[in-house]
């Protein structure tokens, strides 16, 4: 595997990290519509408080508006966007198509993904295309931007310099090869990764303490993914029927002795000390705050978890 070695793009966020700052990144979802205002106002609650926003790519396999035009948005309004791009809509002549035009239009982040099945979605019947994985996603990424070439061979006029993200759930099963699998997608070309959202921090300890023997923490930047839990019965879903997901039964019970009307007070807590504690843990570069429909809360989460004001870059 490479070293970081030299910049890879114009991306705030690279600068942010290279720079060695705890990096904070947030995330916002597409409407379910051709509503611009509904971007700019969610944009407006991260502004100042994030280094990145994710816009994620028809996520669980329910159409929104396209990554990409969300991602001109915050642009527009100032925020560094993250595009993500899920495998499951595109071939690869598509991909490398969208790629090449986010770029063009100053998306300088990509976060490659395999994307949910269709069948999780409202629309089960949808072909799922698959042409290729999250793993060949980003080396594809990174051979467009290395070699400036299409993988036909064929040499590009400009490539698209961008800092090529992945994901990683430290809790899917076989639980004892994900460690491994964040190897492989940094072996591909990984710069930086945003793990699941995590709430058994025993799991995730563990998760890292093998990263970081592996030196995995020196060849990527890990952002440890941190979801702020809403309600009991949010806990709950999250254990029961989300899959890869790992909610031990001890948050389910902080939640539930909050008191009645108190559990998302609590959540929020948990989240505030789960950041606390990743900034002091060896191998996490920086977290990535997924509080999807909760974007007006980042301000004050950003706030009391002590990660404001973000870093100023010259």
């Known amino acids: 595997m490479a070293e970081r070695g030299e910049p890879k793009s114009g ?8 720079a060695g700052h705890f990096a904070f990144t947030g995330e916002l979802g597409p409407p379910r519509g051709a509503n611009a205002e509904a971007v700019k106002k969610k944009a407006a609650h991260l502004k100042g408080n994030v280094d990145s926003v994710n816009i994620t790519d028809n996520q669980t396999a329910v ?9 001109i948005f915050l642009l527009q309004e100032g925020l560094e966007p993250n595009f993500q791009m ?11 198509s969208d790629i090449l035009g986010a770029y063009a239009h100053g998306i300088r982040n990509i976060l490659c993904l395999s994307g949910d099945h269709p069948k999780f979605g409202d629309q089960p019947n949808a072909k799922g295309v698959f042409d ?51 190897a492989k997608k940094i072996q591909a070309g990984a710069d930086f990764v ?30 440890a993914g941190v979801t702020p839990m809403k309600s009991v019965g949010m806990a709950q879903y999250m254990a029961k029927s989300v899959p890869g997901m790992d909610v031990p039964e001890s948050v389910i019970n902080r939640l539930r002795g909050a008191g009645k009307g108190k559990a998302s007070e609590e959540g929020i807590k948990f989240a505030i000390e789960q950041i606390q504690e990743f900034k002091e843990m060896e191998g ?6 997924m509080a999807i429909e909760w974007e007006h809360m980042v301000p004050e989460i950003a706030e009391r978890a002590g990660v404001l004001p973000r870093p100023e870059l010259s």
């Open 11 to 18: 991306s705030r966020l690279e600068k942010i990290l290279r």
């Open 132 to 182: 290729i994985d999250s793993m060949q996603l980003i080396n594809l990424v990174k051979f467009m931007r290395d070699e400036k070439k299409f993988p036909s061979g064929t040499e590009l006029d400009e490539p698209p310099r961008m800092f090529i993200g992945a994901a990683s759930n430290p809790f899917a099963e076989p639980y004892e090869w994900r460690v491994q699998r964040l």
């Open 284 to 289: 996490v570069a920086g977290v990535h705050l």
């Open 86 to 96: 899920v495998c499951r809509d595109r071939n690869r002549l598509a991909m490398q």
């Open 63 to 71: 159409v929104r508006m396209a990554s990409w035009a969300a991602c």
């Open 194 to 223: 945003q793990t699941q959202c995590i709430y058994n921090m025993d799991r995730f300890r563990e998760f890292m303490k093998k990263a970081v023997d592996m030196g995995l923490h020196e060849k990527c930047y890990i952002l």
